[in-house]
């Protein structure tokens, strides 16, 4: 997969890994006789590898020693052909907001001064006299939507199932989060230094030319730097004690992670009326001063935000006065727009390709605003395959739904409030038919970077007046709209409205072919893998409503916690990357999806096969493309820094894992590959069955 991370922020990274490590007591290292495989891409497979030792590089071996350096595979060459189609329809478009950001975004490049000068008159941060008056000018910048140090982010709650204005935790900047979970910290220094030096230039040139310049530039780079660390560390996802021991990363914890998080209270305050003085010292009774909060806000009272908040207010007191807070949110304001600035890009990429990276990042950071501006040409690319889709998802309930009536680990109890959170479950498919409330206005005289600070803003503003102190079953839309891009290729599901979305993008002719049953059924496993979500680790703590409530007998939820004990341990023995065993705790939802995905996936291909006639060894062998197939969907190019940074930053397994931990729990799989042994093999009895 290629890595612009000099420059670009980071995405979701489905990367994937190279061969797995522990070998089996049952490893063979002959490869079985295989039986004739009618496999359309079988000049991709290596059939010298042992299926039973690594089946991802028995069907892709030789593509992925031969491809094309160009080839990204499967699932990264779609979303380029999407975003290609999207990003010709925004570029021709008559709406005279995509105009005007298409005229600045096609502009010549501004001096990267003359941006950042930009940035910090649109800001007017000013420079602190007390941490009380820098907590103020945080609050300030809240109001325009940017959250250094501390965030005030419109969300859902979880436990009054409603959505409000939460503080936590700062927010972390993407290039941050890519740079320091691949061990990259000389260059993010280098990043931060290059930055100040720039603010510098635009807002006070006379102190460059002091002899101290360097040493003191020094000492503000490290200041920042180490501000950048304590956020990092308080972001990330958490992880169990045995895979932080095992791996020797310190992984921290995500603030609002249940069960963490702990509602505090409601703070009722007028909008726009800020505390005149606040302390000092960093305290939830000073962030509520200076943070300017409305009626439905609520800051984290847990003990994982107050231990981050005596970290911060003492890196701020170490450096002896306020220069390193002021230093720091002029930093994080330029860095927020960072990849707005166009002459940051590499000298390598024509203006052509500039443009679509900067439509793409519009479309990752405001999919509000740019699912308005696609409304149109999302809803016609989906508009026929909607009902042949819910089609599909629905005979894939009905499997769930028989499934869960035989399961032999549940009792009565737990199975009828499974059966009622499966019957309400909601697919929401394609576009909705009408769109989310609220517009978009920006200034003509605006440049790039200032388009961009006001989309933030308004961006806030719109889902402050919407959706703030709403009820989430009650509000008009599903939240999706707000917070996921439609043009993405891809689906998801809620816990908190119960609810499956299949974005557009996913069910056109390109990934769901309407004369290709083929196809169809093989795409069809994702909707499976969603379904599941809803009764994953995370998801079985929610009800049929989505509110965060137990409906397990302590009997059924004990069974249920072994069975995931058996899941995580499976992963564990596979790797994540050379040297570095998997972490099956943090990957555990995901894989739990994969495989109640691939479990009704596959049980609904067989059906539709048999009721075509298929028998015998016609029969096997389109089972055996079935797995053929689904690996087929996880060709990807990797590198070692991806896997890396996907390892610390992505709940997902790699792509081979998606492939070797999960085919293995397949019993059939083993018979119709001959697989006997090897380093994936999985005893009869440790092939864990959940749902």
């Not at 962030?287 to 847990?302: H, K, P, Q, Y």
Request: proline share 3%; with cysteine; charged share 25%.
């Amino acid at each position: 997969m290629k890595k612009r991370i000099q420059w670009m922020m980071a995405a979701i990274l489905i990367g994937s890994m190279s061969l797995t490590s522990c070998v089996d007591e049952n490893d063979n290292p002959v490869t079985p006789e295989q039986p004739e495989l009618p496999y359309s891409d079988a000049a991709w497979m290596d059939t010298s590898v042992n299926p039973g030792d690594n089946f991802y590089m028995y069907v892709l071996g030789s593509w992925d020693k031969n491809h094309a350096m160009d080839d990204l595979g499967f699932l990264q060459n779609q979303h380029e052909k999407a975003n290609a189609s999207l990003y010709d329809d925004f570029v021709n478009s008559s709406n005279p907001l995509a105009q005007h950001l298409v005229r600045n975004i096609l502009r010549e490049n501004p001096k990267v001064e003359d941006d950042v000068k930009d940035v910090l008159d649109y800001l007017q941060i000013q420079k602190p006299t007390s941490l009380g008056m820098l907590l103020q000018e945080i609050g300030k910048l809240q109001d325009k939507g940017l959250n250094p140090l501390f965030s005030k982010e419109v969300d859902g709650h979880e436990e009054t199932h409603s959505v409000k204005e939460m503080v936590s935790g700062g927010e972390l900047l993407s290039l941050t989060r890519e740079l320091l979970a691949a061990g990259q910290d000389e260059f993010m220094r280098s990043r931060i230094q290059g930055v100040l030096i720039i603010i510098d230039k635009v807002t006070a040139p006379e102190i460059m030319e002091a002899p101290d310049y360097s040493d003191k530039l020094r000492e503000r780079v490290n200041a920042i730097y180490n501000l950048e660390l304590t956020v990092f560390k308080a972001t990330m996802a958490a992880a169990g004690d045995t895979q932080v021991a095992a791996s020797g990363i310190h992984k921290g914890y995500e603030l609002r992670k249940l069960p963490e998080y702990i509602e505090a209270k409601n703070i009722a305050r007028t909008r726009g009326v800020r505390g005149a003085a606040v302390k000092d010292e960093i305290s939830i009774e000073s962030l509520t001063a200076a943070f300017n909060l409305g009626e439905n806000s609520i800051i984290d009272n847990s003990d994982v935000f107050k231990e981050y908040m005596v970290a911060i207010d003492n890196l701020l007191k170490a450096s002896g006065n306020l220069d390193c807070g002021y230093d720091y949110l002029r930093y994080f304001a330029v860095m927020s727009v960072y990849n707005f600035i166009k002459s940051n890009y590499p000298e390598f990429f024509d203006k052509e390709q500039v443009a679509q990276s900067i439509y793409e990042l519009l479309a990752e950071k405001f999919p509000l605003l740019m699912n308005k501006l696609s409304y149109d040409f999302l809803k016609k690319k989906s508009e026929n395959q909607v009902d042949d889709c819910r089609a599909y998802m629905e005979e894939l309930r009905a499997l769930f739904r028989e499934r869960l009536e035989k399961l032999d680990w549940l009792s009565d109890a737990t199975r009828q409030a499974a059966l009622r959170k499966l019957e309400a479950m909601k697919f929401n498919i394609g576009m909705p038919d009408r769109y989310s409330e609220g517009e978009f206005i920006l200034d003509d005289k605006n440049s790039l970077v200032q388009d961009a600070l006001s989309i933030i803003q308004q961006d806030m503003e719109i889902k402050e007046k919407y959706l703030c102190g709403k009820l989430i079953e009650d509000l008009p839309l599903n939240l999706v709209a707000y917070y996921a891009w439609y043009g993405d290729v891809n689906a998801s599901y809620s816990c908190f409205d119960n609810a499956l979305t299949v974005m557009p993008m996913y069910i056109t002719e390109d990934m769901y072919p309407k004369n290709d049953e083929h196809t169809r059924l093989m795409v069809s496993w994702i909707f499976g893998h969603e379904i599941t979500h809803g009764f994953d680790s995370k998801g079985a703590k929610y009800d049929e409503k989505g509110y965060l409530k137990n409906w397990w007998t302590a009997e059924d939820a004990a069974k249920f916690k072994e069975k995931q004990d058996k899941m995580v341990a499976l992963f564990n023995r596979l790797e994540a990357f050379p040297g570095q065993s998997a972490n099956g705790l943090f990957t555990l939802d995901e894989n739990m999806a994969d495989y109640g995905g691939l479990t009704l996936g596959y049980e609904l291909f067989k059906r539709k096969k048999q009721q075509e006639g298929l028998s015998g060894k016609a029969f096997d062998r389109a089972c055996q493309e079935f797995f053929l197939d689904y690996t087929k969907n996880w060709r990807t190019a990797y590198d070692l820094e991806s896997l890396q940074i996907q390892y610390e930053t992505d709940e997902h397994s790699n792509n081979i894992n998606r492939v070797n931990g999960i085919v293995t729990l397949f019993d059939d799989w083993y018979r119709l590959f001959n697989v006997t042994g090897g380093k994936i093999y999985v005893a009869p009895e440790n092939r864990v069955k959940i749902w």
